[in-house]
């Protein structure tokens, strides 16, 4: 670790500081490997009647793309089976050198798979489908291994392995000549002489890791270790007696005594013992007591005791370590003054807070706890190592998205990072990106956690909608409706999820509305609205629901199908009937059925005598303005527009109809502010070519009318560029429609002709 100029962080290397370079292009070779992952099968074929696949024909992978291929999925959600591991079976045009492996579900030929490119590295955990004969494979390939970590989960060694020693007749359990580091970690029951009998052989090892080991002992079948320069025993229990052997290890320049576990804290004799370690241990640049008492109470025990405020560290006091593990001492170690260290990892500040978050990235009990500092920084103080805080958090939620209290941490935390770093994050995009993603693995693995859930919302609310979250459109819309149909009624989740959901379906294209509708978010909206009905319970989340539909049928004919098949009819009539009174609603549903109602082939579904009263009806509605009024017009307007054959029921009369869609007309105000968004005036415009039925000329000449006189900026241009001009002289022109018609189409060509004068001075003036 060195110290950088970088102004997000001054603890870890510039590059590994979030924000730096970040308005930096995407990597075009990230880009084809996140393809590549989630589309297998550009690469790959099946193999025979296997189902397994394999590279296809004339394709070759060097040894850098296979292991960063394997690392994206090893990171990912995507699965590590049998299928996937098959691709490296062929050892000519794949090439591994080095495998780490968390949470795969691969078998014990996979291993042989992977172990015959003849590796140099490997770590596997939470592979709980390995038995003990993956062992034979480790050993007939070993000779190449350099490092080996077998992480929790990873049950290799069962008891008929170890327990009958006297079965090995050889002294060795596997052979790999070379190693250099090898991890054990949470093996339980083992007895020492197991280890004795697996550590024999690797007389080469420079780093030995048991974490959470038990029963090791007195440790003394580690002295032929001599080059062994690391020592890792967090969470070892009976640490005291394994102390004379640690301390003829005379080579460590690492010791990991660190524990989270409150009955293995206390050490008989702490300060004893720490004096012990420190001066028969020359070399040692890195300890860790975290979680211990050895640094003692802080208190000076002899007069020598100076220089120092860890009685035990006396002698380093003129020879400082490069990295000091206090995290959780007892009597608060990291907040005393006087420690013999460059770098704490501690609960004092906030860089001791992240040194311990980055040494403990792989020990989820201990880095709860620090992200749950880190979170309380964020909340209650101003933080200087933004960039670096980013990092951790991120890195922690994604090495380990199974730990739900991680997740749960992390999530908070991004949101307060989140909330203080707009500015930096607008033109951050890789980072963005970084949390956007790491956020939605969360949210997917622990979608049925009210925490995790409006956690990852809240921070979501942070971004732009839908720019920020269009790369990951499809699975942000799974999980926001899963978040609507599958949370608690009524929940906070639910309600944010919701709202998420309607500035999606409000702000994408055609394209994705279809995919929304696909994905189930008529469905789902369908299904909130029955529930309220059910309860006869009518609140924003029911609003939001109809607007949802509202911005996800817009001209998209395929959704206000899916709305008719789901009977939305039926329940459009019943809240109408049971919440008579809430504007909002009644504007949302009335926007819907102007969607549907522009859909030629579905207009007919409407065209009954029961819909066509209540929407000459509501003609004579006040409520919301003008709204409500002017979409049960649009709706009739448009089924006028398909001629009078196809009214195809006496009451209401069609003549009726149109004459109170005139009045309507004529009552509103043409100034009128609107509740509305027009992305295309095509169906307004199809309207104004309707001859045969003035009335619809009528309402589509007021719209474009009150439109481009109240919103100029936006909607003049709109009508420019699909024609509009052209079609209103050709009406005013025209014999059929009546002045009032003509009149208004004069409005929306002269409202038109001023923008354009405007825009030409504006840019004459620039």
């Given amino acids: 670790m060195t110290q950088n100029k970088c102004r997000h962080s001054n603890i870890l290397p510039i590059g590994t500081c979030c924000f730096c370079n970040s308005s930096a292009p995407e990597k075009l070779l990230d880009i084809c490997f996140n393809y590549i992952n989630r589309n297998l099968m550009s690469i790959c074929e099946y193999f025979g009647y296997s189902g397994y696949l394999k590279l296809k024909n004339g394709i070759s992978l060097p040894v850098e793309m296979c292991e960063r291929l394997l690392n994206i999925r090893s990171n990912s959600l995507c699965s590590i089976d049998s299928n996937f591991i098959n691709i490296f079976k062929d050892t000519k045009n794949t090439r591994l050198k080095r495998v780490r492996l968390r949470k ?41 291994l350099y490092s080996l970590t077998i992480g929790e989960g990873t049950d290799i060694f069962p008891a008929l392995i170890y327990g009958d020693l006297g079965q090995w007749n050889q002294n060795y359990i596997f052979l790999a000549p070379n190693l250099r580091r090898f991890s054990l970690q949470s093996c339980q029951d083992l007895p020492a002489s197991f280890y004795a009998l697996l550590l024999n052989p690797m007389t080469n090892l420079t780093h030995l890791d048991l974490s959470n080991c038990t029963d090791l002992g007195t440790l003394n079948y580690t002295e032929h270790l001599v080059n062994l320069r690391s020592l890792v025993l967090y969470n070892v229990s009976s ?33 004893v013992i720490l004096t012990a370690l420190v001066e028969s241990l020359p070399h040692l640049t890195s300890l860790d007591i975290s979680g ?18 860890i009685p035990g560290l006396i002698s380093r006091v003129n020879n400082p370590f490069h990295f000091l593990g206090l995290y959780e001492t007892s009597h608060d170690a990291s907040l005393r003054h006087d420690i013999p260290a460059k770098l704490i990892a501690g609960n004092a500040n906030e860089e001791q807070i992240l040194i311990a978050a980055l040494a403990y990235l792989d020990r989820t009990e201990m880095l709860q706890k620090v992200l749950n500092e880190l979170f309380h920084f964020f909340r209650f103080d101003t933080c200087r190592y933004i960039g670096q805080a980013l990092n951790v958090v991120l890195e922690s939620m994604n090495r380990h998205l199974h730990e739900r209290h991680i997740q749960i941490s992390g999530s908070a935390t991004l949101f307060y990072i989140v909330k203080g770093t707009d500015r930096e994050l607008h033109d951050a995009v890789h980072v963005k990106r970084r949390i956007i993603t790491t956020l939605l693995n969360g949210m997917s693995i ?31 819309v799974d999980v926001l409706l899963y978040s609507v149909h599958g ?36 469905n789902k909206m369908i299904w909130l609205i029955s529930e309220r009905l059910e309860r006869r319970y009518c609140d924003d989340v029911l609003e939001v629901a109809w607007s949802t539909m509202w911005n996800v049928t817009d001209e998209t004919p395929s959704n206000c199908r899916k709305f008719l098949e789901s009977n939305g009819m039926e329940y459009f009539l019943s809240c109408l009937e049971r919440f008579p009174d809430r504007e909002e609603l009644l504007r949302n549903m009335m926007g819907l059925l102007g969607n549907v109602a522009e859909v030629r082939e579905l207009r007919h579904y409407l065209i009954t005598t029961e819909y066509l009263s209540v929407f000459s009806d509501l003609l004579d509605s006040r409520c919301d303005g003008i709204e409500v009024s002017y979409n049960a017009a649009g709706v009739i307007a448009h089924i006028a527009s398909d001629g009078p054959e196809v009214w195809t029921v006496q009451e209401p009369s069609r003549k009726e109809v149109l004459r109170k869609l005139v009045l309507a007309i004529d009552r509103w105000d043409l100034n009128s502010q609107r509740n509305i968004n027009y992305r295309s005036f095509e169906p307004i415009l199809y309207l104004v070519k309707v001859y045969h039925t003035p009335e619809c000329q009528h309402w589509a000449v007021w719209a474009l009318a009150n439109l481009t006189k109240v919103y100029p900026d936006k909607y003049c241009h709109l009508v420019e560029k699909e024609g509009g001009p052209a079609l209103l002289h050709d009406l005013i022109r025209d014999p059929i429609p009546p002045m009032p018609v003509k009149h208004l189409a004069a409005i929306v060509i002269e409202n038109c002709a001023k923008y354009k004068d405007q825009d030409w001075q504006q840019e004459l003036d620039g």
Avoid at 500 to 514: E, F, I, P, R, T
């Fill in 104 to 144: 795969s579900k691969i078998m014990d030929h996979d291993l042989e798979v992977l172990l015959a490119h003849q590796l140099i590295e490997l770590e596997i955990s939470h592979s709980r489908d390995l038995t003990h004969n993956c062992i034979q494979h480790i050993h007939k390939y070993g000779s190449s």
């Fill in 239 to 271: 640490i005291a007696i394994l102390v004379p052997s640690i301390c003829k290890l005379k080579n460590l320049t690492h010791l990991d005594l660190s524990q989270s576990r409150e009955e293995h804290r206390k050490f008989p004799n702490s300060t």
């Fill in 292 to 309: 211990t008492n050895l640094a003692g109470t802080g208190v000076a025990e002899t007069d020598s005791a100076r220089g120092s405020d």
């Fill in 446 to 476: 622990h979608r049925n956690d009210e925490t995790m859930m409006r956690n990852g919302c809240l921070t979501l609310c942070q971004f732009k909608i839908p720019i920020d979250v269009l790369f990951e459109y499809e699975r942000l």
């Fill in 487 to 522: 949370m608690t009624a009524e929940s906070f989740v639910q309600r944010i999820g919701i709202y998420l959901l309607n500035s999606l379906a409000c702000q994408v294209d055609g394209h994705q509305k279809v995919r929304l509708g696909e994905l189930g978010a008529v």
